[in-house]
Protein backbone atom coordinates (compact mmCIF):
# COMPACT_ATOMS: atom_id res chain seq x y z
CA UNK A 1 0.00 0.00 0.00
CA UNK A 2 1.65 3.11 -1.46
CA UNK A 3 1.33 6.34 1.40
CA UNK A 4 2.66 9.78 1.06
CA UNK A 5 3.96 11.36 4.31
CA UNK A 6 3.81 15.39 4.66
CA UNK A 7 5.89 16.96 7.06
CA UNK A 8 7.26 20.58 7.77
CA UNK A 9 4.44 23.08 7.59
CA UNK A 10 3.06 25.39 10.10
CA UNK A 11 2.79 28.93 10.91
CA UNK A 12 5.47 31.85 9.73
CA UNK A 13 5.47 35.01 9.53
CA UNK A 14 5.31 37.40 5.66
CA UNK A 15 8.65 37.09 3.96
CA UNK A 16 9.60 33.76 6.10
CA UNK A 17 10.61 30.77 4.96
CA UNK A 18 9.58 26.85 5.21
CA UNK A 19 10.42 23.75 3.65
CA UNK A 20 8.07 21.01 3.35
CA UNK A 21 8.98 17.33 2.33
CA UNK A 22 6.64 14.51 1.62
CA UNK A 23 8.40 10.76 2.01
CA UNK A 24 7.10 7.77 -0.49
CA UNK A 25 6.60 4.33 1.15
CA UNK A 26 6.74 1.03 0.58
CA UNK A 27 10.31 1.73 -0.60
CA UNK A 28 9.85 0.11 -3.90
CA UNK A 29 7.64 2.16 -5.03
CA UNK A 30 9.12 3.98 -8.29
CA UNK A 31 7.41 7.51 -8.82
CA UNK A 32 7.70 8.85 -12.09
CA UNK A 33 5.96 12.70 -11.59
CA UNK A 34 6.14 14.34 -7.85
CA UNK A 35 4.73 17.33 -6.98
CA UNK A 36 2.91 19.66 -4.41
CA UNK A 37 -1.01 20.97 -4.90
CA UNK A 38 -2.71 23.58 -2.47
CA UNK A 39 -5.93 24.27 -1.29
CA UNK A 40 -7.14 27.61 0.00
CA UNK A 41 -10.23 27.96 1.86
CA UNK A 42 -12.95 28.38 -0.41
CA UNK A 43 -10.83 27.73 -3.49
CA UNK A 44 -10.04 24.83 -5.50
CA UNK A 45 -7.11 23.06 -5.52
CA UNK A 46 -4.09 24.04 -7.80
CA UNK A 47 -0.80 22.85 -8.89
CA UNK A 48 1.84 24.69 -7.01
CA UNK A 49 4.82 22.59 -8.52
CA UNK A 50 5.67 19.24 -10.03
CA UNK A 51 8.86 17.46 -11.05
CA UNK A 52 9.76 14.32 -12.90
CA UNK A 53 11.93 11.48 -12.37
CA UNK A 54 14.51 13.62 -14.73
CA UNK A 55 14.55 16.38 -12.77
CA UNK A 56 12.21 19.34 -15.10
CA UNK A 57 9.97 20.86 -12.73
CA UNK A 58 7.09 22.82 -13.48
CA UNK A 59 5.70 26.15 -11.49
CA UNK A 60 2.58 27.80 -10.79
CA UNK A 61 2.98 31.11 -11.91
CA UNK A 62 2.09 32.65 -8.40
CA UNK A 63 5.40 31.00 -7.03
CA UNK A 64 7.71 31.37 -10.12
CA UNK A 65 10.89 32.60 -8.08
CA UNK A 66 9.60 31.93 -4.58
CA UNK A 67 9.98 28.58 -3.99
CA UNK A 68 12.31 25.60 -5.37
CA UNK A 69 10.87 21.94 -5.96
CA UNK A 70 13.63 18.45 -5.74
CA UNK A 71 13.18 15.52 -5.51
CA UNK A 72 15.61 12.49 -3.87
CA UNK A 73 14.62 9.28 -5.68
CA UNK A 74 16.94 6.82 -3.76
CA UNK A 75 14.44 8.08 -0.88
CA UNK A 76 11.42 8.68 -2.41
CA UNK A 77 11.42 12.16 -1.36
CA UNK A 78 10.21 15.18 -2.80
CA UNK A 79 10.69 19.05 -1.49
CA UNK A 80 9.00 22.35 -1.37
CA UNK A 81 11.48 25.15 -0.45
CA UNK A 82 9.27 27.73 -0.20
CA UNK A 83 11.16 31.48 0.40
CA UNK A 84 9.48 34.90 0.68
CA UNK A 85 6.20 33.45 1.37
CA UNK A 86 3.05 35.69 1.29
CA UNK A 87 -0.50 35.23 3.33
CA UNK A 88 -2.08 34.19 -0.26
CA UNK A 89 0.10 31.55 -0.07
CA UNK A 90 -1.73 30.39 2.93
CA UNK A 91 -3.24 26.82 2.28
CA UNK A 92 -3.25 23.26 3.05
CA UNK A 93 -0.18 21.77 1.08
CA UNK A 94 -0.61 18.63 -0.58
CA UNK A 95 1.95 16.05 -2.15
CA UNK A 96 1.76 13.78 -5.08
CA UNK A 97 3.26 10.73 -6.57
CA UNK A 98 2.39 8.91 -9.79
CA UNK A 99 3.38 5.69 -10.03
CA UNK A 100 5.83 5.04 -12.76
CA UNK A 101 4.71 1.81 -13.97
CA UNK A 102 0.96 2.36 -13.14
CA UNK A 103 0.53 6.02 -13.82
CA UNK A 104 -1.57 5.85 -10.47
CA UNK A 105 -1.71 9.61 -9.04
CA UNK A 106 -1.05 8.57 -5.33
CA UNK A 107 -1.89 11.96 -2.39
CA UNK A 108 -0.69 12.27 0.57
CA UNK A 109 -3.38 14.05 3.67
CA UNK A 110 -1.72 17.50 3.48
CA UNK A 111 0.46 19.98 5.74
CA UNK A 112 -1.07 23.32 6.78
CA UNK A 113 0.62 26.11 5.73
CA UNK A 114 -0.26 29.63 7.30
CA UNK A 115 1.16 33.18 6.73
CA UNK A 116 0.35 35.18 9.22
CA UNK A 117 1.54 38.10 11.22
Known amino acids: QVQLVESGGGLVQPGGSLRLSCSVS????????MGWYRQAPGKERELVAA???????NYADSVKGRFTISRDNAKNTVYLQMSSLKPEDTAVYYC???????????WGKGTLVTVSS
Open 96 to 106: YARGRFTGVDY
Open 26 to 33: PSTFSGNA
Open 51 to 57: ITRGGST
